[in-house]
T-cell receptor, first 117, second 114 residues
């Protein structure tokens, strides 16, 4: 089954404790992206990757890191989480980046709900 | 920069009512337009899309027409069902802006009551 998987689905942690949220896709997609979803703000992009070893900042990258060592995986790293990073996080992927192709569909993972105390 | 504005929610309708969710956009290039739907506890999934002016996207009884003259992409359904209860996001991608991201509206929560 074609899908984007994220782990964990739920995480409660404390300020300053490093964590990683994994994202994996099995569709051989070039483009991957991380979003956070907050009430009243919609979805905002954190980082994206056009291909292996190519990553770039989105609209809200502060406090996050990513890596793309393999095509299928795109982990999100919070080196020192803070309470303002409490949010619902989504990973997404597609064959081409938005704006490169015409109307390329983004496939989203099920989300990771993170709470930082 | 690019932006998407969609009507504030929440929207509550009775089953079989007509649905309209308004969406307008600002883009610097030649956008493609999308509606994504998020069912409770799930990720977003594509509902429909349109890639050029006057195109109509349709799926599962939902429709939206790309109106360049009014920069709009309103979502409509003639008869909603309880199973349509979800959050709906209007979004755009812009091939002329050098921006490799989807720009989303803030979402409209729809609740359909029997």
């Amino acid at each position: 089954e074609a899908q984007v998987t994220q782990n964990p689905r739920y995480l409660i942690t404390v300020t300053g404790k490093k964590l990683t949220v994994t994202c994996s896709q099995n569709m051989n997609h070039e483009y991957m992206s991380w979003y956070r979803q907050d009430p009243g703000l919609g979805l905002r992009q954190i980082y994206y990757s056009m291909n292996v070893e190519v990553t770039d900042k989105g609209d809200v990258p502060e406090g996050y890191k990513v890596s793309r060592k393999e095509k299928r995986n795109f982990p999100l790293i919070l080196e020192s989480p803070s309470p303002n990073q409490t949010s619902l996080y989504f990973c997404a992927s597609s064959f081409m980046a938005p704006g490169q192709g015409r109307g390329d569909e983004q496939f989203f993972g099920p989300g990771t709900r993170l709470t930082v105390l | 920069g690019n932006s998407v504005t969609q009507m504030e929610g929440p929207v509550t309708l009775s089953e079989e009512a007509f649905l309209t969710i308004n969406c307008t956009y600002t883009a610097t290039g030649y956008p493609s337009l999308f509606w994504y739907v998020q069912y409770p506890g799930e990720g977003l999934q594509l509902l429909l899309k349109a890639t050029k002016a006057d195109d109509k996207g349709s799926n599962k009884g939902f429709e939206a027409t790309y109106r360049k003259e009014t920069t709009s992409f309103h979502l409509e359904k003639g008869s909603v069902q309880v199973s349509d209860s979800a959050v709906y996001f209007c979004a755009l991608s812009d091939s002329g802006a050098g921006s490799y991201q989807l720009t989303f509206g803030k979402g409209t929560k729809l609740s359909v009551i029997p």
